[in-house]
């Protein structure tokens, strides 16, 4: 019940595309849905998170859609940039269990 | 700020012998979480500190072991190791570990 399930494993968008990035969970008491972004050669960066209470959020360029009632929440990057080429992971975690969840991450690659 | 700073960041050892990682959080950052990431099994928990005072455990063998300082660092052990324990281990560090984590850029080590 710990899962988190990420979709899809790779993604390949133009430049100036939108990217979209899903992920679904079954622990109805994770509160904190964070995303990261990772380089090669590099650790998890955080990019945007949301808590449950909330159906969106957006920073910048990218945005969180949250769906309570389907647990699944999503990344959209729109007008995607080749420097946006990365891993992205979805996590989730729950007030006071001392750990987050990942998904397996996308590999993202944005064509000029 | 300084960021979470993994040492060394590149290991390499063999079959049987123990290994000894070492992460040094943000300044003031006093949760400490590792984590084992591979291409098949993503980003897994292994445990979290709290003011020196390991707090959570993912499922690991107990040749995995770690400790916290009273200065926040922490250390991370692997005993007798396998070729299966090859992986880039990282280390992040947050104020409270459900929420934001910082990533350190991860020691990469190779078993042969």
């Known amino acids: 019940q710990q899962q988190v399930k990420q979709s899809p494993q790779s993604l390949i968008v133009q430049k100036g595309g939108i990217s979209i990035i899903n992920c679904a969970y079954e622990?109805?008491?994770?509160?904190?849905f964070p995303w990261y972004q990772q380089f090669p050669g590099k650790g998890p960066a955080l990019l945007i998170a949301?808590?449950?209470?909330?159906s969106e959020k957006k920073e910048g360029r990218f945005t969180i859609s949250f769906n309570k009632s389907a647990k699944q929440f999503s990344l959209h990057i729109m007008d995607s940039q080749p420097g946006d080429s990365a891993t992205y992971f979805c996590?989730?975690?729950?007030?006071?269990?001392?750990?987050?969840?990942f998904g397996d991450g996308t590999t993202l690659t944005v064509k000029p | 700020k300084a960021g979470v700073t993994q040492t060394p960041r590149y290991l390499i050892k063999t079959r049987g012998q123990q290994v000894t990682l070492s992460c040094s959080p943000i300044?003031?950052?006093?949760?400490v979480s590792w984590y084992q990431q591979t291409p098949g099994q993503g980003l897994q928990f292994l445990f979290e500190?709290?003011?020196?005072?390991?707090?959570n455990k993912g499922n690991f063998p107990g040749r995995f072991s770690g400790r916290q300082f009273s200065n926040s660092r922490s250390e991370m052990n692997v005993s007798t190791l396998e070729l299966g324990d090859s992986a880039l281990y990282l280390c992040?560090?947050?104020?409270?570990?459900?929420?934001?984590?910082?990533f350190g850029s991860g020691t990469q080590l190779s078993v042969l």
């Open positions: 992040a560090s947050s104020l409270d570990s459900w929420e934001k984590l910082f």
């Open positions: 622990n109805t008491a994770f509160d904190y």
């Open positions: 949301i808590r449950p209470d909330v």
């Open positions: 996590a989730a975690s729950e007030e006071g269990a001392g750990k987050s969840t």
């Open positions: 300044s003031g950052h006093r949760s």
């Open positions: 500190y709290f003011s020196e005072t390991q707090r």
